[in-house]
């Protein structure tokens, strides 16, 4: 079964810190890599969207990378603010499954001061 | 621009009873799908609408219906609530299926069943 598996499950970083967050998928073929930020009692945003031939895609402090060799990808926040403190959900599209969202489980961050 | 809005955001039903909850977008989006979000687990897509009129099922379909008639709207049905019914559920859009556009998700609904 086609799978995203994330982790860790959850980090507490300081304020100000980097931090990265790992994806790795088991789906093949796959069109593209998604990452998608939840605040809590929110509805999931779109951070990044990457398809198999990129490997690094930004959007402000957020940075993603991929392997579509290893079949992993991170996400990667610099100088980190209270404001970061979400799920972060990795997401791949299994070009087999009728291009089926799968979901992995998210990392929750708590950021502290 | 008020984006996906769902409605309520909160329900507390009783085991046997039936409810709608609405889904609307302003984005002139094809693409419309309900997902449960449950702890531990991703978001699981229940159903899904690729336009107007046409609707198919996601992963876990079974206790659910929806229908599109209009391509802002895509209300989903619970027949008769269960105890394994108690999520949150999420509406997402998108202007296709996956042409590599990020999808739009409302806040969610909290959906108690006792």
């Known amino acids: 079964k086609n799978q995203v598996e994330q982790s860790p499950q959850s980090l507490i970083i300081l304020e100000g810190k980097n931090c990265t967050l790992q994806c790795n998928y088991t789906v093949s073929p796959f069109s593209n890599l998604r990452w998608y930020k939840q605040d809590t009692g929110r509805g999931p945003v779109s951070l990044t969207i990457m398809t198999f031939s990129e490997n690094t895609k930004s959007n402000g402090r957020y940075t993603a990378t991929l392997d579509a060799d290893t079949k992993q990808s991170s996400l990667h926040i610099t100088a980190s603010q209270l404001s970061d403190s979400a799920s972060y959900i990795c997401v791949v599209t299994d070009n087999q499954a009728g291009t089926a969202l799968i979901f992995g489980k998210g990392t929750t961050l708590s950021v502290s001061s | 621009n008020a984006g996906v809005t769902q409605t309520p955001k909160f329900q507390v039903l009783k085991t046997g009873q039936s409810m709608t909850l609405q889904c609307a977008q302003d984005m002139n989006h094809e693409y419309m799908s309900w997902y449960r979000q449950d702890p531990g687990m991703g978001l699981r897509l229940i159903h899904y609408?690729?336009?107007?009129?046409?609707?198919d099922q996601g992963e876990v379909p079974n206790g659910y219906n929806v229908s599109r008639s209009t391509t802002e709207d895509f209300p989903l049905r619970l027949l008769s609530a269960a105890p394994s019914q108690t999520s949150v559920y999420f509406c997402?859009?998108?202007?296709?299926?996956?042409?590599?556009?990020?999808?739009?998700f409302g806040d969610g609904t909290r959906l108690s069943i006792l």
């Open positions: 997402a859009s998108s202007y296709s299926r996956d042409r590599g556009e990020p999808q739009h």
């Open positions: 609408s690729v336009g107007a009129g046409i609707t």
